[in-house]
């Protein structure tokens, strides 16, 4: 398997050691190589090594994850150079890689490397720099030779400064050249090293601003619990179940004080979205220095926040998804707050869940954990009914402030006005004209962004599709406005509308933008209609039903820019902004208390998604929005408009009732052997030939029948809800079982068993999010 039969020349050097070496391959094989004694001092584990690899003997880079003496039986090449001056992971760090690479299907070097930012490798905020010391007088030769006039003044200065300095700065401060510094290292008066420094200096932070809040009686409960668990040492994990505005962050704020004065470090994930520079804030006004990892970073920036952890100079780490590869050297806790949140999957290689890796991190380091949120996700939920996790409950908002009343709003009997504009109801626009009235301030959640959501060909009946994708393009009017208009629009009420040209068509899926055709594409004859409700159109909406009040839309589009996430949310904070709406991106975070109504102009939208966490994610966005609502002394109010009033998870969110909701849903997904009650794996095929990847998932399906165990149950192989997605082609098939063992295995048989199309990728989702 390791190249036995290389014939190897024969005035190789002693080998004193053996190193192993993983790649960034989908591969499990740990490669052997030899380590030249002058490498001896430089190998480690945990640095990059270039190494031969294959017959051609092409240097490919390896990751160094062992080292051992036993000299193996084949013989071994010899690693030609060392890459890193420093480890870029630990030794825990590497054992989770390789229980994720095993849990997750992929290779340990693919997780290696995925897990290791870019900037580390680089080295990124840092360079290689000259210092200089003079040599101790006792140390100098006898017949010490003769120095110019430069050389004595630079060597008084660094004698009168013993240790090490910047090259660079002694030149500048004795005014003198390098070539008068290399002079006296030649002479023997100094000694030359070369280390490498930060060259990048992130804003200094001060100290600590802010004294912990007195915490409320459940609070100082759940808190008492954490901490016992901390003084006794171990893994443990607690489910933080507390209602929006619970005051959950003062509970992770006071465990993880606990945690800094022990000596140790804290890791804290929250989702991508929520890792707002206000969030930041709170973490940083209680701990002064605070390590932030996301992906909005400059390289330069995450290169030091990644050294300033690994060399302990910073005690709480805050970050998303990918934070939980943090090189902390001793942590103590890991928070994972909103853990219910999806994006804490990441849906390309490895398809690691961040929330389930902190867990078995934790396991790991023997720590505690706590996953914290208003509506836990039906796993964790789950998991705390088992009694695997210790629940710890924060039922009432803090300072006594009531949970915002819910109502509904009808749709199918509110009598909307002819005319294009129908996203606010007549009893939300009152709403809303009441709340500006009195002073307040008011949130619009509409989770859908663009102008319309569908070009419709009232002839043929088809819609415009992307050409790579096989869903409808969505009409953005905010896309590059063209000099070819073809004038106003023509409004037309009910039918549908008719658009200019100034807008583009959008795939939402893959970002492929066109000019909007004026005929089907399809048909060719007749002309499209426009219909569907955006948060562009609800802009146009907010515009003409409240001229003069200052709206913000809040969106991926709108957000593009790095900051003005940031910048919206902080004029909506001072009260600049009135009224604020946009997708889901709204629903976290904010605590504004001058908040006295929360619309949800359509609720139902994510309902009915092929997806059986559908109900799931419409409950979890409800709450979360609805607890934006009464967060100050003026109380607030929420409003639903839906189509369903009557369908469970409409009907228990308007009510605040997480529980009865996540009780009934287990019952639902234990029936259909869903998650959580089953381990789910979702295999996905992909091709750019429709023909292939049919008979790549229908051999898949035949294998699974031949090895199946008892216990498992196949849904499919069918076609996946995104037929075609990029020009790929698209299959699934969905594999559970009570047991991770029986899934994985009757995985890996298949797998071993499955003969390759051409063509045709294969990927194994283990625990999947996303199910289109
Ligand atoms: P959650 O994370 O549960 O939604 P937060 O931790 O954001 O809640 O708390 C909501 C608000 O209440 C914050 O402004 C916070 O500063 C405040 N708060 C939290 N705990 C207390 C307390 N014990 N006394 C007073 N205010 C508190
Ligand atoms: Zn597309």
């Known amino acids: 398997m390791l190249f036995p039969d290389v014939n190897l020349p024969p005035e190789l050097p002693e080998a004193v050691g053996y190193a192993q070496v993983i790649f960034n391959r989908p591969l499990t094989t740990v490669f052997t190589y030899a380590i030249p004694e002058e490498l001896q001092t430089e190998v480690v584990a945990g640095k990059r090594l270039i190494v031969p690899l294959g017959r051609g003997n092409a240097q490919a880079i390896g990751f160094c994850v062992g080292i051992t003496d036993v000299k193996p039986e084949f013989k071994t090449k010899f690693v030609t150079k060392v890459i890193d001056s420093d480890p870029l992971f630990t030794p825990e760090l590497l054992k989770m890689t390789q229980w994720l690479a095993d849990y997750y299907f992929c290779g340990w070097g693919q997780a290696l490397d995925a897990v290791i930012p ?18 101790p007088e006792p140390l100098l030769p006898i017949a010490t030779p003769r120095l110019s006039k430069k050389q004595a003044i630079a060597l008084q200065y660094l004698r009168d400064r013993p240790g090490q300095h910047l090259a660079n700065l002694v030149v500048e401060e004795t005014d003198c050249s390098l070539a008068v510094l290399w002079g006296l290292v030649e002479r023997g008066y100094a000694t030359r090293e070369k280390r490498r420094v930060e060259t990048h200096l992130l804003p200094a932070k001060g100290l600590p601003t802010q004294q912990p809040l007195v915490l409320n009686q459940h609070q100082q409960d759940a808190l008492a619990v954490i901490i016992k668990q901390l003084e006794a040492g171990g893994f443990h994990s607690f489910l933080l179940y507390g209602i929006t505005g619970s005051g959950k962050t003062e509970v992770y704020l006071q465990a993880i004080d606990h945690v800094v004065r022990a000596g140790k470090q804290a890791l804290v994930m929250v989702p991508e979205i929520s890792l707002t520079p206000q969030a930041v804030q709170r973490f940083e006004a209680r701990f002064g220095s605070v390590a932030v990892l996301h992906s909005h970073l400059t390289d330069a920036d995450r290169g030091s926040h990644w050294r300033r952890i690994a060399t302990g100079k910073v005690p709480v780490v805050v970050g998303a998804r990918s934070a939980i590869f943090a090189p902390t050297a001793n942590l103590g ?9 999806s ?45 695997t996790y210790t629940q710890l409950d924060l039922p009432e908002r803090v300072s006594g402030r009531p949970l915002p009343p819910v109502g509904v709003i009808d749709m199918r009997h509110e009598k909307l006005p002819p005319g294009p504009y129908k996203a606010i109801s007549p009893s939300l626009e009152s709403a809303i004209k009441q709340a500006l ?26 819609t415009v599709k992307c050409k790579f994708c096989d869903v409808a393009m969505t009409y953005h009017r905010g896309g590059k406005p063209k000099e070819t208009s073809s004038g106003p629009q023509t409004a037309s009420g009910y039918k549908g509308e008719q658009r200019d040209m100034s807008g583009l068509a959008v ?22 209609r426009y219909y569907g409700l955006g948060t562009e159109k609800l802009e146009e909406e907010l515009a003409i039903k409240f001229p003069g009040i200052s709206a913000a839309r809040m969106d991926a589009d709108a957000t593009k820019k790095t900051g003005s996430h940031a910048k919206i949310f902080k004029a909506f904070q001072n009260g600049e902004i009135r009224i604020l709406f946009g997708t889901q991106m ?7 208390p001058t908040v006295t109504l929360v619309g949800v102009v359509y609720a139902d939208q994510a309902l009915h998604l092929p997806d059986f966490r559908a109900s799931e994610r419409t409950f979890q966005l409800l709450a979360q929005v ?3 609502a009464g967060r100050g002394d003026h109380g607030g109010k929420v409003l639903v408009q839906t189509f369903h009033p009557d369908h469970p998870c409409i009907k228990l969110a308007v009510k605040h009732d997480y529980r009865t909701f996540a009780d009934a849903e287990l019952a639902s997904r234990s029936l259909h052997q869903f998650p959580p009650s089953a381990r789910l794996a979702r295999i996905i095929f992909r091709c750019r030939d429709a023909i292939r990847v049919q008979k790549a998932a229908e051999r898949w399906g035949l294998l699974l029948q031949v090895h199946l165990p008892k216990g498992i149950k196949i849904l499919g192989p069918a076609e996946a809800p995104l037929k075609k997605l990029e020009g790929w082609y698209r299959y699934h098939v969905l594999v559970l079982s009570g047991s991770v063992k029986t899934l994985h295995g009757t995985i890996r048989a298949v797998q071993a068993a499955y003969e390759t199309i051409e063509g045709v990728e294969i990927t194994v989702d283990i625990d999947p999010v996303g199910m289109l």
Do not use: M
Request: hydrophobic share 35%; with cysteine; charged share 25%.
């Open 118 to 135: 870019a900037a580390a490798k680089a080295q990124a905020g840092s360079r290689e720099k000259d210092f200089i010391a003079a040599v």
């Open 333 to 341: 806790l890991i928070i994972v707050d909103e853990e219910h949140e």
């Open 343 to 387: 994006s804490f999957k990441q849906e390309a290689t490895p398809r690691y869940h961040g929330r389930d890796l902190a867990i078995v991190r934790a396991k790991q380091e023997g720590i505690p954990i706590i996953l914290g949120s208003a509506t836990p996700s039906l796993e964790s939920w789950n998991n705390a009914k088992k009694g």
């Open 437 to 462: 009235a009195a002073g307040g301030q008011v949130i619009l959640l509409l989770n859908r962004r663009g102008f319309d959501t569908c070009l419709f060909c009232p002839d043929c009946g088809q």
């Open 507 to 528: 795939c939402h899926y893959c970002g492929y933008e066109i000019n909007p055709p004026k005929r089907c594409t399809t048909c060719g004859v007749g002309s499209l």
């Open 586 to 592: 709204i629903a976290k975070g904010l605590d504004v």
């Open 626 to 628: 609805a607890g934006r």
